[in-house]
């Protein structure tokens, strides 16, 4: 008879989740004791760090990643990351240990209570199994759900579970295979393709959804068909085109008038894997005109659900493309809608390099392949027009906008995708939330390029407080000794203040970026 930790070991290596990204505790040495050889253990000093690591893996092979975090304080430092996860639609496998069943009813140290409810809504699914032998089923279960849910399954499991008894051999609760129908119906083919034929003036509007390579291989003769301009979602957490392409418009606005103006005149827009349409500040009035026709693409029901469309159709992008282009008449017209930005400014003597000069300085540079993270909020609209993602995967943010997630997800993306060069872009205080993370890319040899955009505050927030009329209410930290922290974590480190500097170590490091095993953190002191 197996026992329940061997039988889910035989499930984990079934899922390949044979990867484990975790900060344990001691209601997890049950599980990890003798851990067998074909599993890696891979430790972020913070569940933070854990769960943004694991989300950075699993939206680099699109497919779950396991996370293995430790009872109350352990999930509840999640949280925030699991949130993030959810909206940044990665699927994980999330085992949370608890204390042991025979004496949970009194309430030992370490007991967890309410585990279940801890992470909200957040979680697609979340079990507690009822007896020991279902937990190899609930986290087989967990894999689909995580899959089809596109996000954090969690399977809760007390520490004495895994030495229990394991049911005899035999099917678990779940199916071993699940294909998942992913065309559309001919007629809502029909339908788009006669609207797209008859409109004066369509618009594409692209977004995470859309990232992918198969999606991006058919969207782009799509575009060319119709010959219209192609914006990007706003605050996307993925890009949905090609960046550089003449057809590419721009980033949306994410108020109500910008939308209104920049839609103005388009008689039928068409969203592909981006919600009808994503939005930051609250404007009043409407996001498109009336006589506006709309129709969505997406794979998410939920998405469809509360996108203001005429239309909207829940298949796979790339299949809704192709049955799409042969039934579009070629549009004429002007194709070039691509508008790149001017250079930065020259610095005077003795002033401050921007962010502007960080993102052209790499934009020269950057192999194509390149991932760029971005976490650098008041910075982040001029990193977006310097840096167009030119391959699917170049460009990646937390889709919910909680900081602390770039830099670990660049290094569990690292690990994911060991031949592409991979940045992340951080604001100093964003590169706070999770910087811990730093020690596990030195530990496991992981060759990110973090670069700290050093202004010595929370800007974007001072902004926010004087279009208020106000003064900030926190202070700034000036006197942060980020080469000290980096190099705290045994990672290597460069201050950079002028020009020259930048140039000379991107020269230096850039060209061999994808073959690193090692980080290395930019710390660059930019003006605010
Ligand atoms: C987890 C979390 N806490 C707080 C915030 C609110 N917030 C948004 S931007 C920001 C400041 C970011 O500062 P920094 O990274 O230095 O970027 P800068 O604005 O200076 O470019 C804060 C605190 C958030 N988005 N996520
Ligand atoms: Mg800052």
Request: charged content about 15%; proline content about 8%; aromatic content about 6%.
């Amino acid at each position: 008879m197996k026992t329940v930790r061997e039988a889910t070991i035989d499930v984990l290596r079934h899922r390949a989740l044979m990867t484990i990204f975790s900060n344990p505790g001691s209601t997890e040495i049950p599980f990890l004791k003798d851990l067998p050889d074909d599993f890696t253990f891979v430790l972020g000093l913070h569940e933070g760090s854990v769960v943004g690591m694991a989300t950075g893996w699993a939206i680099a092979r699109d497919t779950p990643a396991l996370v293995l975090l430790h009872t109350t304080a352990g999930l509840g430092n999640a949280v925030g990351a699991l949130a993030t996860a959810r909206v940044n639609r990665a699927p994980l496998v999330v085992i949370v240990g608890q204390q042991d069943r025979h004496h949970l009813a009194l309430e030992p140290f370490l007991a967890g209570h309410r585990l279940e409810l801890l992470a909200g809504d957040y979680p697609v699914w979340v079990s507690e199994p009822t007896r020991a032998a279902d937990v190899p089923g609930a986290v087989s279960r967990a894999y689909h759900e995580a899959r089809s849910g596109r996000g954090p399954a969690i399977v809760i499991v007390p520490m004495d579970d895994w030495n229990a008894d394991a049911d005899a051999p035999g099917p678990l609760a779940t199916s071993d295979r699940i294909f998942t129908a992913v065309d559309a119906p001919a007629a809502a083919i029909t339908e788009i393709a006669a609207l797209l034929n008859n409109a004066q003036s369509p618009a594409l509007i692209v977004g995470a959804g859309s990232n992918d390579e198969a999606t991006w291989n058919v969207i782009v003769p799509l575009a060319e068909r119709l010959a219209c301009p192609v914006w990007q979602e706003a605050f996307g957490a993925r890009a949905g085109f090609p960046q550089n392409h003449p057809q590419f418009a721009g980033h949306l606005p994410s108020g109500r008038s910008g939308l209104l103006s920049s839609l103005a005149g388009h008689d039928v827009l068409l969203a592909i894997g981006a919600p009808v349409f994503r939005q930051y500040g609250f404007e009043p009035g409407p996001l498109f005109a009336d006589s506006t026709k709309v129709v969505l693409v997406t794979q998410f029901a939920e998405e469809a659900h509360h996108s203001p469309a005429n239309l909207a159709i829940v298949a796979s992008l790339a299949s809704v493309c192709a049955a799409l282009l042969p039934l579009l008449q070629h549009r004429e017209g002007s194709t070039n809608f691509y508008n790149p930005p001017p250079d930065p400014p020259l610095i005077e003597d003795g002033q401050p390099l921007t962010p502007s000069h960080v993102f052209a300085a790499l934009a020269s540079r950057l192999d194509p392949k390149t991932v760029v993270l971005e976490e650098s909020p008041s910075s982040r609209s001029d990193l977006q027009t310097r840096l167009p993602a030119r391959q699917p995967m170049g460009f990646v943010s937390a889709a919910m906008g909680g900081l602390g997630f770039a830099l670990p997800a660049s290094i569990g993306m690292k690990m994911a995708l060991p031949e592409r060069p991979i940045v992340a872009l951080l604001g100093d205080g964003s590169s706070l939330y999770s910087i811990q993370a730093l020690w596990s890319a030195s530990n496991y040899a992981v060759g990110i390029l973090a670069v700290i955009l050093k202004n010595g505050g929370y800007a974007i927030m001072d902004r926010l407080a004087l279009q208020a009329g106000s003064k900030s209410a926190w202070p700034s930290f000036n006197y942060i000794d980020f080469p000290s922290i980096a190099s705290g974590f045994s990672c290597e480190v460069v201050s950079v203040q002028t020009g020259e500097q930048l140039s000379r170590v991107l020269d230096s490091t850039l060209p061999d970026l994808a073959r690193r095993t090692t980080p290395l953190v930019l710390v660059v002191d930019v003006a605010r």
